[in-house]
C-alpha cells in the first residue's frame, strides 16, 4: 500500500441527530430524499444519493449532481459521468470496486432561459451536506477515498484545500483511510486548447492509475 510523509487529519463531522442512523446504504437514501439541511432541496428535482456495490473498497467523490444527474436521479450519468468512466476504464480501476456519490445532494443552479446553469455549492451547503457524505462512509467503510475537484475535498476532509496541493499523493487519514485528491472530469470538458486537452487527460489517468495500483494492493492483501 502507497503510504504518506504525513497524516492528513479531517475535521470531525457535526454531530446532528437529523435522523437515526441509517442501517444501510438504501436506508440511507430514502432518509436523504427528505434532507432539509440546506436550500437547495427547494429547486433540486430530486435527491441524488449514491451508487455502487455496498462493499466497495474505493469511495469516488464529486461536486453535486448536474442537470442530467437531477432528473434521472442516480450520480455520474451527464457527460462528466460518461468521461469519467471511460477514464476509468482506460486506467484499469474496475468500477465494482468504486461507490460514486457527490459532496453535495442537489442540484444547485442558475435559470437562463430553457437551461438550468451549474452553479458551485458554498462552504456552507457543502458542510451541510457532508452529514450525508460521512453517513455514506460510515457504512461503506472504504480503504481509498478519492476526491475529485475543490468541493469534494472540502466535504471529504471538512475543510478547503487546493486540489494543487493535495494532487495525485495517497495519503493517510487519521481513521486508517487513505485519501486522494485529483480534478473533477468537468474540468477536463471545459476546455478549449486541443494541446491543453490532452496535456489535462494524461494527468487524470495518471492519477486514476494510482487507484488502479492501489486496489491491485489491497486485493493482495486480502488474499494474504
Not at 453535495?104 to 458551485?120: A, D, I, N, S
Amino acid at each position: 500500500m502507497e503510504k504518506s510523509e504525513f497524516v492528513l487529519r479531517a475535521k470531525p463531522p457535526t454531530a446532528v441527530g437529523l435522523f437515526a442512523e441509517a442501517p444501510s446504504l438504501s436506508a440511507l437514501a430514502a432518509q436523504e430524499a427528505g434532507c432539509t439541511r440546506c436550500p437547495l432541496y427547494k429547486n433540486a428535482t430530486q435527491v441524488v444519493p449514491g451508487e455502487g456495490p455496498a462493499r466497495a473498497r474505493v469511495l469516488l467523490i464529486g461536486e453535486q449532481p448536474g442537470d442530467v444527474e437531477d432528473l434521472s436521479g442516480r450520480p455520474f450519468v451527464g457527460p462528466s459521468g460518461k468521461l469519467l468512466d471511460i477514464a476509468l476504464q482506460r486506467a484499469g480501476v474496475p468500477r465494482d470496486k468504486c461507490f460514486v456519490t457527490n459532496a453535495v445532494k442537489h442540484f444547485k443552479f442558475e435559470p437562463r432561459g430553457k437551461r438550468r446553469l451549474h452553479k458551485k455549492p458554498d462552504a456552507g451547503e457543502i458542510d451541510a451536506c457532508r452529514w450525508w457524505l460521512d453517513r455514506e462512509r460510515a457504512l461503506l467503510r472504504p480503504g481509498l477515498i478519492v476526491a475529485l475537484g475543490a468541493t469534494a475535498i472540502r466535504g471529504a476532509l471538512g475543510r478547503s484545500e487546493a486540489v494543487s496541493r493535495l494532487r495525485g499523493d495517497i495519503i493517510d487519514l487519521d481513521d486508517g483511510a487513505q485519501f486522494l485528491a485529483t480534478v473533477h472530469p468537468s474540468s477536463l470538458l471545459r476546455l478549449k486548447d486541443e494541446s491543453d486537452k490532452r496535456e489535462a487527460w494524461r494527468g487524470f489517468l495518471a492519477d486514476l492509475r494510482k487507484i488502479a495500483r492501489w486496489i491491485e494492493k489491497d486485493d493482495a492483501r486480502a488474499l494474504g
